[in-house]
Every structure is written in structure tokens, then in C-alpha cells.
């Protein structure tokens, strides 16, 4: 695929697959993705336009398809479980493209059929006292990485690869780093120069060009030098296990280690209030740690493991460690449910030990996602 996140696309018919009591329907696979699909209506390698869950469907498409009472609210893909099989994706005909165009495998369809992403309302935040701020972002406090589903890239693992396998919480995702400055004052820069010359040995100006940051996964919610936005769970999280005080605990037992640019942690804040039936039995707020950037550079898994240990933080639950295999992976995502509950889990992530970039995915529980259409929970990410 041209596009690892697109949600519409050109892709090939790998599979046909009969359905256990079924004469009229079979299962169609498509790379990683899975289709209901009318019998003989397609054929093995046939080249077709996929759209997977949280793709939104143009009105005029969605009629002309007759599919309307299929999809989610706001015509969304959803996955169906039908006669114990999963349709997790959408075949739309090549008849709705302008054939003026040339279109081949891996081509993001998006644009050309006017199919968008279902992304989550953004919540409006009022700061302090309804004071409003001009706040300028910090570049150096990186956004997370925005890794794809596997069925989008269904041979990204081989069994040579190792790998580790953690739970997928489903909560919201936050961040928290120590960074470099936008720019240095001039109070800053007088204060740098006094310690480096050793004229003032003050043990709070040794880090004096960094400043603590946090923030959910797009917005930063404040830092040192530009003020905070009012209380939030994130910073309420944050205050809690004095995430800013171990951070630059860490950064003076570490500074023989270059950090260039900074560290920051990337993890995941969860409990009650949080997601609609997704508490996890828990009484107050939780943050796990999922990944640790230095310098922009995500570390090695052991190594992530290693730094949240000595930070006395929560990693999140790492329930797999070796080489990857189709069957160890699927043990942790099918009939998952939360402890004590009948609430299945969100999924799996799954990433290669090194923690290069290129080497990671997240594998969606089925019955997750129809259990979030019945439930109106918040979703996936």
C-alpha cells in the first residue's frame, strides 16, 4: 500500500473461502482484511477497492450500493459477525471511479471516491480562569507515531523476526518529556553561562535550555515556559506520580548519555471516566507507559522496559516476548475479554524488539469493535 493508513484502497483478492451453512455467501480475503461477499460475484487476484472499518461512505455511494442500513452512524464501515465469520471491510465496484483513471494495487482511493476517515470530535478546552493564551508548539515534543493496522500490511512480521506482543488499552493516549527549548531567554542564557563557568553552582540551572512538557497525543496541554491549560486528567495523572520531578530525576542520573533533543515517555491514561465501559475495574486514573523516544529516536522495547522501571512508572502489559507467529499473535486478540468482565479487549500491539518504526502494528480485536457498535463506545486508535 502506497498509503499504511489509508482507509480506501486498491487491493487484490487473495482468498475465496466457503462459509460453513452457507450456499449464497462466501468469505472473500483480501490481503488481511475479510469480506462477506455474495457467492461467484468475485475471483481469486481480481483487483478491487477496499474500504476498511472507520471509512466514511459518501452519501450518493452508499444508496447507489443499497449498503445505508449496513453501516455504522454516519455511513462508517463496521465489522459484522455472521454464521461465526468476521466482515471486517467493504468492497465498493470499480463502477463508481471515473474511468478516465489509471488505477492499480496499493493506490489510496480516499480522494478519488470522496471516502474520509471517521476521526474521534476533538473536545474544546478552556483554559484557566477563560483566559486565553497564544501558545506556540514545542517541534521538539514529537507527536507519536502513527502506526498501521495489520491488515493493511499483513507481512510485515516473518517468524525470524522477534518480536514483542503488549495489550492495546483503550483509553487516551498522553505524553510527557523533557525537551529543548524554542529559545532561550535571556535570564536563561545568563544562567547557562554562570553554571558552565562553575560561578554559581545553583543544580536547577544544569538543564537550564530543557523544560518539562506534556500534552494528549496532538495537543500540548502546557510547559514550563508558557503556562498550563486548566486541570485535566492528563496533568492530574501527571501530578500524581510526579512524572515532571522523576523525568528530570532520570535526566541528572543520565547525563553522561547525550539526549539531544530530549525524552519523551508515550503511554496511554486510563480508568473510570475515561472510555464509556472501559474502566478496567479500576477506582482512579492509570498511566502505562508504551514508548520512550531519546533524541527522536525510539528505543529498543528492553530498553523502554528497562528506563520505565527506573522511572517507577507502569509499562503496559507485555504479554509476549520471542519470535512472531501467526497463531501466538491471534492468542492474544480473539475472545480476550477484560478480567472479570464480558468486555472484550481492544486488541494487541505488536512491534519488533529493535522498536524501528517500520516494524510495528496493531491488531484489532473483531469483537471488540462490534461490541463498540452496540455499546457507543469511543474508538479505536
Known amino acids: ?18 462459509i460453513n451453512g452457507a450456499d449464497k455467501i462466501v468469505l472473500a480475503v483480501i490481503e488481511g482484511w475479510e469480506c ?41 464501515v463496521k465489522t459484522i459477525k455472521l454464521r461465526n465469520v468476521y ?5 465498493i465496484p470499480f463502477t463508481f471511479i471515473d474511468k478516465k483513471g489509471s488505477y492499480e494495487y496499493g493506490d489510496d482511493m480516499m480522494e478519488v471516491l470522496g471516502v474520509s476517515k471517521f476521526e474521534p470530535e476533538v473536545k474544546t478546552i478552556t483554559l484557566a480562569k477563560g483566559k486565553k493564551i497564544r501558545y506556540q508548539s514545542n517541534p521538539a515534543f514529537h507527536v507519536y507515531y502513527k502506526f498501521p493496522n495489520i491488515k493493511n500490511v499483513p507481512n510485515i512480521f516473518n517468524e525470524d523476526d522477534v518480536v514483542q506482543i503488549t495489550r492495546k488499552i483503550h483509553g487516551t493516549n498522553a505524553r510527557y518529556g523533557i525537551v529543548k527549548k524554542l529559545k532561550l531567554s535571556f535570564l536563561d542564557k545568563t544562567k547557562k553561562f554562570l553554571f558552565n563557568k562553575g560561578i554559581i553552582k ?37 501530578d500524581k506520580l510526579k512524572i515532571k520531578e522523576k523525568l528530570f530525576e532520570w535526566l541528572k542520573n543520565n547525563k553522561e548519555n547525550n539526549i539531544g533533543s530530549g525524552i519523551i515517555l508515550y503511554g496511554e491514561v486510563f480508568g473510570p471516566g475515561i472510555q464509556k465501559n472501559f474502566d478496567y475495574n479500576l477506582k482512579e486514573l492509570k498511566f502505562n507507559v508504551f514508548d520512550i523516544t531519546i533524541d527522536n529516536k525510539y528505543q529498543p522495547t528492553l530498553d523502554t522496559t528497562l528506563i520505565t522501571q527506573e522511572l517507577d512508572l507502569e509499562h503496559v502489559e507485555i504479554l509476549y516476548v520471542g ?18 468482565t464480558k468486555v472484550p479487549h ?3 500491539v505488536v512491534k519488533h524488539t529493535s522498536g524501528k518504526r517500520e516494524k510495528v502494528a496493531k491488531v484489532i480485536n473483531p469483537d471488540y469493535l462490534i461490541y463498540g457498535e452496540k455499546n457507543n463506545v469511543g474508538d479505536s486508535h
Open 323 to 340: 519470535n512472531w507467529n501467526k497463531e501466538i499473535q491471534d492468542k492474544f486478540v480473539f475472545n480476550n475479554f477484560i478480567k472479570g
Open 36 to 76: 462477506i461477499v455474495k457467492k461467484d460475484q468475485h475471483t481469486v487476484g481480481e483487483l478491487v477497492v477496499v474500504a476498511t472499518t472507520d471509512a466514511i461512505i459518501p452519501e450518493k455511494i452508499a444508496e447507489e450500493m443499497n449498503i445505508t442500513s449496513y453501516l455504522r452512524k454516519g455511513n462508517r
Open 202 to 238: 545553583n543544580k536547577n540551572w544544569e538543564f537550564i535550555e530543557y523544560e518539562y512538557i506534556y500534552g494528549s497525543h496532538n495537543v500540548e496541554k502546557g510547559s514550563d515556559s508558557q503556562g498550563y491549560y486548566s486541570t485535566d486528567v492528563w496533568k492530574e495523572v501527571a
Open 1 to 18: 500500500m502506497k498509503n499504511q493508513n489509508s482507509v480506501c484502497f486498491v487491493s487484490k483478492i487473495s482468498e475465496i473461502k466457503p
Open 346 to 348: 481492544e486488541g494487541i
Open 87 to 91: 466482515s471486517e471491510c467493504l468492497i
